[in-house]
């Protein structure tokens, strides 16, 4: 007859066999790591910790940038780019107007005029663009830098002028009156560039175009050689027009 306490001890043995798998109970104390009193650690133990699964490597945030919105590049002011003036009954093609911020004559307006293009004095000191409603101011040389609006003086009463916009849009003025400005005369220059040309203080209710050159050769002939600091002599020619049609690109 089998004792008790024997019994015991092998089914314990067997127990603890199917837990450390194939290796024997004395193998697994063997490869156990001394526990903290310099006793080998307990197989069960060792046996339960390797059933607690490993943490997995952790995940690092992301990187990856977010879209940025990009802006759309906005397009040119059409208003602050060149225009080009042509008038027929004196030959002019396609003269090149440069916009700027000032008023007629001034020194930066001399200058672009200096290149031999004609010069648009526009905003709060000068007046509007092509086809807008009030003064549509234009200048260019008559003698120097080529001479662009050398024959100015001979356009007529009832000419065409013509403009095309910086977005294709063809303005045309019929020409309606001849004026004549004095550069020593405040009140004269106020007239040439006010929004009714002629008109200080009156408002705009047309379109509009003041075409402007010097008169030299007449200012020479009467004996009158006054000049200013941009050498402008004291009187210019001014052409007026009117507005009367305007047509889209093409």
Known sequence: MIRPRTVLPALAAAALAALVGCSSLADHRTASSPGPEGTSAS????????????????????????P???????????????????????????????????????????RIQ???????PQGDRGGVGPGEVGNF?????RLSAGGPLRDLPDVEIGDSVFVRAADGTVHEYEIVQTRQ?????????????????????????????????????????????????????EH???????????RPPA
């Open 68 to 110: 940025v919105a990009v802006a759309p590049t906005p397009e040119p002011d059409k208003k602050d780019q060149p225009s080009r003036l042509s008038i027929p009954s004196i030959g002019v093609k396609d003269l090149r107007v440069v916009p700027y911020e000032g008023t007629t004559d001034d020194t930066p307006g001399t």
């Open 181 to 233: 400005t004095s550069f020593r005369s405040e009140r004269s220059l106020a007239e040439q560039r006010a929004a009714v040309p002629g008109a200080p203080g009156e408002k705009p209710t047309k379109a509009m175009i003041t075409i402007s050159t010097c008169a030299t050769p007449e200012d020479n002939a009467a004996g009158n050689y006054w000049r200013d600091e941009n050498n402008n002599p």
């Open 114 to 120: 200096d290149r031999g293009v004609a010069a648009s």
């Open 236 to 246: 210019r020619i001014d052409k007026i027009g009117v507005l009367t049609a305007s």
């Open 137 to 141: 101011l234009v200048t260019a040389h």
């Open 43 to 66: 197989p069960v133990a060792s046996v339960a910790t390797s059933l607690v699964p490993s943490p997995g490597p952790s995940t690092p945030p992301s990187t990856a940038a977010a």
